[in-house]
C-alpha cells in the first residue's frame, strides 16, 4: 500500500514562492511515476507537473517556467517548487503516485493515470 502525506502548503503573497513535500512510500518500487495536482473550488481537479521513476518532467502549460518538480530517492520525498506564484495558483494541491510507469491511453497529467492520493495540502495566494 502506497502511502502520501503532502505539507508545506500556506498563504503568501502574489509573487511569492512556496515548496510542498510529498513524503512517499514508493521509491522503492523499479518504476512508478508520480505528480502534483490541484483543485480549486468549483473547479476540476488539474495536472501540475509529473516526474517518473527515471526522472523525466512534464509540466502543465500555466505552470511552465514557474513551477520545479523534483524527488529526493534517499529520503522518499516528492518536492514541488513553486516561483512566481499568481492569484490564480490558489487551489488544493494533491500528490499521486502509481506503482508503474505511466501510460497511455492517459495523458502524464491525467487524474486517471493515477491510483494513490494524499489528502492534499492549501495553497493561497494573495494580492
Known amino acids: 500500500q502506497v502511502q502520501l502525506v503532502e505539507s508545506g502548503g500556506g498563504s503568501v503573497q502574489a509573487g511569492g514562492s512556496l515548496r510542498l513535500s510529498c513524503a512517499a512510500s514508493i521509491f522503492a518500487y523499479n518504476r512508478y511515476c508520480m505528480g502534483w495536482f490541484r483543485q480549486a473550488p468549483g473547479k476540476e481537479r488539474e495536472g501540475v507537473a509529473s516526474?517518473?521513476?527515471?526522472?523525466?518532467?512534464i509540466y502543465a502549460y500555466s505552470v511552465k517556467g514557474r513551477f520545479t518538480i523534483s524527488k529526493d530517492n534517499a529520503d522518499n520525498i516528492l518536492y514541488l517548487i513553486m516561483n512566481s506564484l499568481k492569484l490564480e495558483d490558489t487551489a488544493m494541491y494533491y500528490c499521486?503516485?502509481?506503482?508503474?510507469?505511466?501510460?497511455?491511453?492517459?495523458?502524464?497529467?491525467?487524474?486517471?493515470?493515477?491510483?494513490?492520493w494524499g489528502q492534499g495540502t492549501q495553497v493561497t495566494v494573495s494580492s
Open positions: 516526474i517518473d521513476s527515471d526522472g523525466v518532467t
Open positions: 499521486a503516485a502509481r506503482t508503474t510507469k505511466c501510460s497511455l491511453p492517459w495523458p502524464r497529467l491525467h487524474t486517471r493515470q493515477y491510483n494513490y
